[in-house]
């Protein structure tokens, strides 16, 4: 059976319910809580929210040392554009109090450095080894998304929950370097190298439509079929 881990020395406990360690094998879990301390370096950061605190909210998420007129935007896929930002006010908050889920990403660009404690509980569903019957992701087009769970070297398929197809890409953000790269999966590999989030990361996903079980099934279904015709056809 395959094991995954979370990062040592950022998601510390897990707290351990029920006398789970952190490295927690590949079942279907609920009631694990904990937290992660995100580091957000000077300028851009691709972000995301790994566990729910019942309110996943910017003013629940990122409070107390985030630096005055800090911006929060989330992708709109449908418009290929950020939405309105959220301005961070040291007295009174954000200005929108924008959603974080699990699964979404979203764009904080900092004056400064500085570090965020993210609390709640995993992903009811998580299940670190699949497969996902239907895909974690069932949309397309440009997505800025991130692992449920907070694991360590999330792959594509831990995200989006299936195997990536030709022609897809995904544009991960390096904070301290503030320098993007694009890796893009052709012919049974990534050209770039197999993109992977650290815990707390998002990154754009350039997703194709996923092929319909169904129509592989009709078209599978009508090879057998014109194979025995042409059997039938021999015979006679």
Known sequence: MKTRKFQAGIFFGLICWAGFAVSVQAQVYSGIVGYYTLALYSGNNLVANQLDNSDNSLNSLFMGNVPEGTTFTKWDPALLQYLPPSIYDTSSGW???????????????????????????????????????????????????????????????????????????????????????????????????????NVGQSAFFNLEPAPEPEMFSLLGAGVVALAAYHRVGKRK
Do not use: H
Not at 166 to 179: A, H, I, K, M, R
Not at 184 to 193: A, I, L, P, Q, V
């Open 95 to 197: 200005s929108i109090d924008y959603y974080l889920n699990y699964g979404e990403g979203g764009l904080l660009y900092s004056p400064s450095q500085f570090t965020s404690t993210i609390t709640g509980s995993v992903w009811p569903g998580m299940n670190l080894e699949g497969p996902y019957n239907p895909s974690l992701i069932s949309s397309y087009g440009t997505l800025l998304l991130s692992c449920y769970v907070p694991i360590e070297g999330a792959t594509f398929y831990d995200v989006v929950g299936r195997n990536p197809q030709n022609g897809e890409s995904v544009t991960t953000l390096d904070g301290p370097s503030q320098t993007s790269t694009i890796s893009t999966y052709e012919n049974g590999s990534w050209d770039k190298g197999a993109p992977m989030l």
